[in-house]
């Protein structure tokens, strides 16, 4: 079964920093692109970045570059998400996304989601 | 870039046919390409249901389909059924490699 698990979340103050981590199983996890997206509580989905199977090719929302990188460890079937300065509006539950076929470059279409993590940014 | 534009809700009996668009702003460069869209039920993870303007996932209803026209995208659903009912995103890849999301369009069976 193909499966996507984040970890990671919890409550952190503002200017704070967090790791989201998202492991995978069920499938060749080297040969997709990865993806986060996350969704602040009662809103709708926000892309946020993405990588390609072999990280050649990394992508970021204007609203997380500079502040948010995301990486991967093929030998651990694992996305990550490094995420610095967070604000407030950082709130959300954070969804890691596979995409839909294995390609060298992402086709940003996500057929496989995590349950997701939520991140809380709060004094 | 500003989100995609989805009504904030439509609705239909059951059996009907509803579409749902999804439009880009002037503003942008327009060429909104490979649209894909989502559904997501309360308390769960979106799923894809379109992929790249009218393509199916293995597993989708028949009762999905999709089409595009300049910088409009839609989403019918056909026969509609109780359990079609959710929020649903477009989503679209841009011309500056950012990926945005539509506002979500909530559906109500009747």
């Known amino acids: 079964e193909v499966q996507l698990v984040e970890s990671g979340g919890g409550l952190v103050k503002p200017g704070g920093s967090l790791r989201l981590s998202c492991a995978a199983s069920g499938f060749t996890f080297r040969t997709y692109s990865m993806n986060w997206v996350r969704q602040a509580p009662g809103k709708g989905l926000e892309w946020l970045s993405s990588?390609?199977?072999?990280?050649?090719?990394?992508y970021y929302a204007d609203s997380v570059k500079g502040r948010f990188s995301i990486s991967r460890d093929n030998a651990k079937n694992s996305l990550y998400l490094h995420m610095n300065s967070l604000r407030a509006e950082d709130t959300a539950v954070y969804y890691c996304?596979?995409?839909?076929?294995?390609?060298?470059?992402?086709?940003?279409?996500?057929?496989?989601w995590g349950q997701g993590t939520l991140v809380t940014v709060s004094s | 870039q500003s989100a995609l534009t989805q009504p904030a809700s439509v609705s239909g009996s059951p059996g009907q046919s509803i579409t749902i668009s999804c439009t880009g702003t002037s503003s942008d460069a327009g060429d909104y390409e490979s649209v894909s869209w989502y559904q997501q039920r309360p308390g769960k993870a979106p799923k894809l249901m379109i992929y790249?303007?009218?393509n199916r996932p293995s597993g989708v209803s028949n009762r999905f389909s999709g089409s595009k026209s300049g910088n409009t995208a839609s989403l019918t659903i056909s026969g509609l059924q109780a359990e079609d009912e959710a929020h649903y995103y477009c989503s679209s890849f841009t011309t500056d490699t950012t990926q945005l999301f539509g506002g979500g369009t909530i559906l109500t069976v009747l």
């Open positions: 790249d303007v009218s």
């Open positions: 996304a596979r995409d839909l076929a294995p390609a060298a470059v992402p086709s940003r279409w996500f057929d496989t």
């Open positions: 990588i390609s199977s072999n990280s050649d090719y990394i």
